[in-house]
């Protein structure tokens, strides 16, 4: 099979975040059969839908010959492995793994969609994912940078904090 480039999304606002956001991205560069392409920086934005501190959110790209059910299912293992619970929807949390993009697949599934399908309503998703893929279009949707004016609501920054892995930008 060949590789194909996924996006996943990384997020955390319980406990220490920065250093959940560290261990997963360390976690994500031992995936089988992946390899970590590039990191964005760490941003801090306001929950959306949720309650609870910030968040820390960062966006990862990563070539991989994993199918993108068994992608999931190794991200929901990670957010497993370091405590997430899913006590309601949009729950405050240790970290969460967001499937966003792979390759240009389009999946409706009860257990995946792809892309994700509220990733265009969030400026915690956007703004990482153009850093790392300024040029990147969502299937069905069109340009990702064309969806951020509409987000200018939502409070968001960037942290001067580096991620960990050699892969940034």
């Known amino acids: 099979m060949q590789a194909a480039t996924a996006y996943i999304g990384i997020g955390s606002n319980l406990g220490d975040s920065l250093a959940m956001m560290h261990a997963a991205i360390a976690a994500l560069e031992k995936l089988p059969q992946s390899q970590l ?3 964005s920086s760490f941003f801090q934005s306001a929950p959306y ?3 609870g501190n910030d968040f820390m959110n960062a966006v990862v790209a990563i070539d991989t010959t994993l199918g ?4 999931l299912s190794h991200c929901q293992s990670i957010e497993l492995a370091f405590g997430r619970e899913r006590p309601f929807p949009n729950a405050p ?5 967001d499937l966003l ?7 409706n599934q009860a257990s995946l969609s792809l892309p994700h399908p509220r990733m265009t309503e969030r400026a915690f998703v956007l703004h990482p994912l153009l850093e790392i893929a300024p040029d990147i279009t969502i299937p069905e949707k ?3 940078s064309d969806f951020l004016p509409s987000l200018s609501d939502q409070r968001i920054q960037k ?5 960990l ?3 940034t930008r």
Do not use: C, F, N
């Not at 993009?101 to 999946?107: G, N, Q, V």
């Open 37 to 39: 392409r590039k990191t």
């Open 49 to 51: 839908e949720a309650s």
């Open 68 to 71: 993108p059910a068994a992608l």
């Open 93 to 97: 949390r240790t970290l969460d793994l």
């Open 101 to 107: 993009l792979y390759a240009d697949e389009i999946i």
């Open 142 to 144: 069109g340009l990702a």
């Open 159 to 163: 942290l001067l904090v580096e991620p």
């Open 165 to 167: 892995s050699t892969h």
